[in-house]
């Protein structure tokens, strides 16, 4: 079972949303978006079809945009990577807690994805400025 630690997530998670034309190939890379898609539902709690559609829609609007994908065929990657789990008439669907095929730390949970996502947006076009200064420069 391959980790990803809470610094990994959030470094892969800014690199890939901000560089993201599609999803990832990779398998880590792919599971560090649908784990970021569900770190805001609880683990204790069922969600009906309509507030999973919401929550999933707010994650895409706020995170996911880049990769072009609906909340519908992002909630059927979540079930069949086994991080959602659906009652049998399909009505209700709760955060799946038992083994997968990656662990994450949990203080992933904590993380502010959109203020995470804002901040890296800064910082890449600090960089930007810097080089295009340096470049002024010579």
């Known amino acids: 079972m391959q980790h990803v630690s809470s610094t990994d997530f959030s470094r892969r ?16 890379d792919f599971n560090i978006i649908l784990v970021s898609a569900i770190c805001d539902l609880s683990p204790s709690r069922r969600y009906s079809v309509k507030e999973l559609n919401a929550d ?3 994650w895409i609007l706020q995170v996911g945009s880049n990769f072009g994908i609906d909340h519908v065929t992002l909630r ?9 789990t659906r009652d049998t008439a ?14 994450f730390d949990p203080e992933i949970r904590a ?18 400025r810097q080089r295009q200064a340096k470049v002024e420069r010579l």
């Open 111 to 128: 993380i502010d994805l959109p203020a995470l996502l804002s901040a890296a947006k800064e910082e890449r076009a600090e960089r930007k």
């Open 13 to 28: 998670i800014a690199s890939l949303t901000l560089s993201a034309r599609g999803l990832p190939k990779k398998p880590a």
């Open 56 to 58: 999933l829609q707010r």
């Open 90 to 103: 399909g009505a209700e669907y709760r955060v799946r807690t038992s083994a997968h095929e990656f662990s």
């Open 76 to 84: 059927r990657y979540l079930v069949d990577a086994g991080l959602l």
